[in-house]
């Protein structure tokens, strides 16, 4: 047998192998546990916006992966994250008195945060949230949520009365676990979902200090059990 005859035999069989490969990879990917496993809650949403067709939202969490997988976020600089933390934090207290502006701010802080990293920009918006349901499936929806509600404010009606307050205070609340998320020290890998260990809690910085004791963070308790009225926006 020729020496060219050999090498066109492993080539054959270089390529039949990463055929075999790319396919057991993207069966796995598209298997029902597979799916569940990295989405989290955000596969049991999807099934419900493609009104119970688990095929239909499969294909469409399979396809987020392949776009979305291999992307690698930015680390925030120690002033940029102390910036966010504090702008976050401003909200928080504006939402006593101008609940619509707080969720506005929620909603373009999340989006300029999730930029910061290396997901799509907010401009691309629907791009932008199925990346972040990739790799941070839990808790994306408080996005969705309070972008919905910061919307409600510029589309005919004030967030007061399209929402009313309890609906935003919750928005601002799913959106904090998203927030928190994003401005944590994690690797730059992005694959690695909240359910899967990182070797740091999310909750604390470089120093071992809670951000619950930072910027943001040191008002949440409060203002989260704060149910007095506040002002209308």
Same mark, same amino acid.
């Given at each position: ?99 619509g502006d707080a969720v ?10 999730? $930029?910061?990293?290396? +997901?799509? &920009?907010? %401009? ?5 949230v199925a990346a972040l #349901?990739?790799?941070? /499936? !839990? ?35 799913? $959106?904090?676990?998203? +927030?928190? &998320?994003? %401005? ?5 890998r992005a694959g690695r #979902?909240?359910?899967? /260990? !990182? ?35």
């Open positions: 047998m020729s020496g060219l005859t050999i090498a066109l035999i492993v080539i054959a069989v270089v390529i039949v192998l990463a055929a075999i490969g790319a396919f057991a990879a993207t069966a796995v990917l598209g298997s029902s546990r597979g799916l569940k496993r990295r989405f989290g809650p955000e596969y049991e949403r999807t099934v419900a916006r493609h009104d119970g067709d688990t095929k239909a939202a499969e294909r469409d969490l399979t396809d987020r992966v392949k776009r979305h997988g291999s992307l690698r976020t930015r680390p925030l600089e120690p002033a940029a994250r102390e910036a966010y933390e504090t702008r976050w934090a401003d909200a928080q207290e504006r939402f006593v008195d101008s609940p506005t701010e929620a909603d373009r802080l999340l989006a300029e945060v999730a $930029a910061a990293r290396g +997901f799509p &920009d907010s %401009v691309h918006y629907e791009e932008q #349901s990739v790799h941070h /499936g !839990t808790h994306v929806d408080g996005y969705r949520r309070v972008h919905r509600v910061a919307r409600a404010g510029t589309t005919g009606g004030t967030q007061s009365s399209l929402s009313g307050t309890e609906e935003m205070r919750a928005a601002m609340l799913d $959106a904090r676990a998203l +927030f928190d &998320d994003l %401005v944590a020290e994690h690797g730059t #979902s909240e359910g899967q /260990g !990182t070797g740091r809690s999310s909750a604390a910085d470089a120093t071992g200090r809670s951000r619950e004791d930072r910027g943001g963070g040191r008002f949440h308790s409060l203002w989260a059990f704060n149910r007095h009225h506040p002002k209308r926006s």
